[in-house]
């Protein structure tokens, strides 16, 4: 049974950073594409960041949120630097054992965690 528990979130002002996890069972991070989504309230979830062989980003987070695994711990990270309101939601882990270039899509994902709440404030 797969099971991905995302840890790590919560309320910080504009300009900080958060650190979040997923620790995953019953799969292992090293072999399934990891993947971050969000989703603020009255609009649709969206791709955040994955990793498979390499990573991958939305261009509203190039360059401030970087993804990473540590198989050892079978855990995903989400560092989340320069944080803005608009990076305000609900942050999902997911993973899928296929790779292909659709890897922004949610539906592509065969695995979720509950999420997380990252707030943002101005």
Do not use: H
Request: net charge positive; charged share 15%; proline share 2%.
């Amino acid at each position: 049974q797969v099971q991905l528990v995302e840890s790590g979130g919560g309320l910080v002002q504009a300009g900080g950073s958060l650190r979040l996890s997923c620790a995953a069972s019953g799969l292992t991070v090293g072999s399934y594409a990891m993947g971050w989504f969000r989703q603020a309230p009255g609009k649709e979830r969206e791709f955040v960041a994955t990793i498979r062989r390499g990573t991958y980003y939305a261009d509203s987070v190039k360059g401030r949120f970087t993804i990473s695994r540590d198989n050892a711990k079978n855990t995903v990270y989400l560092q989340m630097n320069s944080l803005q309101p608009e990076d305000t939601a609900l942050y999902y882990c997911a993973a899928r054992l296929s790779w292909d270039s659709f890897y922004y899509t949610p539906k592509n994902y065969d695995y979720w965690g509950q999420g997380t709440q990252v707030t943002v404030s101005s």
